[in-house]
């Protein structure tokens, strides 16, 4: 009886031992599923356009700015965006497919036949809780606006953010110095050359935060230019109450002995949780004949005022705009096909996301 009694002991001590471990490895498993998240987010956008003071044709009448251009019924981009945050790693690849797409990775493909799809690819590292360093290719630093149309007020673009970068790829470290400053220094390929380098160029950058206001500089060298780019950029916003925000934005770029300037404000008023109507006004004048505003004189500018209303109705926002841009010199066509120095347009779009 006594040798029975000794060996359910073991039996027992060693099942509880089993059950002990066991316990052990399946919370170490699953404080490693809470600290790793795979996740998936993205939008759809579509819009109509159409000129108010010019034709609707096939002359493709537009502003000379990114994305929401196209005439009468048009896409925008599918983007789906997966993400694996970790403890200390992880990554995001940001696919976009659309006009719109197409347009934001404008320099791929280079070499590989799946570049133009490729709007961000980049992997991290938290070295500690205050330094984060990424590479890979990442959307730019600069300006207000942003390429997906959900993080943006406004559907249509602005100048400097249609003439300042989209994409940089390189290598960046992000430092938190204290709750209110932060610094990131960068050192990355030509801007929008996304996917290599292809002659050994290389441009810095170095972004300057404080309490939601940032002072971002770049410069180098670009591909196919004799002088270094040098661009300096603030952005930044205020609450002035629970409902009215007023964004900032300013630039300032020499690329090769041309370049451009402009600024830009952009109140917003929340009228209730389901609509809110902002105004973007913008001066952007070129140094030269850069050719953004399409005037084909040197030191052309433009005044552009767009009127977006946002309503929301679930993840769908519905985006009703106006639009008038005012140029220095003729750089658009009325609708007697002369030619004129404004442009009235509007359009609707729908960008729902997920």
Request: hydrophobic share 40%.
């Amino acid at each position: 009886m006594k040798t029975i009694y000794l060996t359910n002991i073991v039996k027992n001590s060693i099942f509880l031992a089993l059950t002990l471990l066991s316990a052990s490895i399946f919370a170490q498993d699953a404080d490693s599923l809470k600290t790793k998240k795979l996740s998936i987010s993205g939008s759809v956008d579509a819009y109509f356009r159409a000129n108010l003071t010019a034709p609707n044709d096939e002359m493709m009448v537009a502003p000379g700015t990114s994305f929401a251009n196209l005439p009468g019924f048009a896409l925008g981009m599918a983007n789906v965006v997966a993400s694996y945050d970790g403890e200390k790693a992880g990554f995001v690849a940001d696919l976009v497919f659309g006009p719109r797409g197409t347009d934001a990775v404008f320099a791929s493909p280079m070499y590989s036949n799946t570049g133009d799809i490729i709007n961000q690819l980049y992997a991290y590292w938290n070295v500690s809780e205050s330094v984060t360093l990424t590479m890979g290719n990442f959307n730019t630093f600069l300006g207000y606006e942003v390429i997906s149309p959900v993080a943006n007020f406004n559907y249509s673009t602005s100048y400097m953010f249609s003439y300042g970068p989209f994409s940089h790829t390189g290598l960046k470290a992000d430092f938190a110095l204290s709750e209110d400053f932060s610094l990131m220094l960068a050192v990355m390929n030509s801007t929008d050359l996304t996917e290599f380098n292809p002659d050994g160029k290389y441009t810095g950058g170095l972004q300057l935060g404080y309490k939601g206001q940032f002072l971002n500089v770049l410069y180098g060298k670009q591909t196919g230019l004799y002088e270094p780019t040098f661009q300096v950029d603030y952005t930044g916003g205020f609450d002035l109450s629970e409902e009215f925000f007023l964004g900032i934005n300013a630039t300032y770029n020499d690329t090769d002995s041309v370049g451009f300037y402009g600024a830009a404000l952009y109140p917003q008023y929340t009228f209730s949780e389901s609509f809110a109507l902002g105004l973007r006004g913008e001066y952007f004048a070129e140094s030269g004949d850069f050719g953004a505003i399409g005037t084909g004189v040197e030191d052309s500018s433009v005044f552009a005022v767009t009127l977006t209303g946002n309503y929301m109705v679930e993840d769908l926002t519905i985006k009703p705009e106006l639009r008038l841009d005012s140029t220095s010199e003729e750089a658009f066509i009325d609708n007697d096909l002369e030619a004129s120095k404004s442009l009235a347009s509007f359009l609707i779009a729908f960008v729902y996301s997920f």
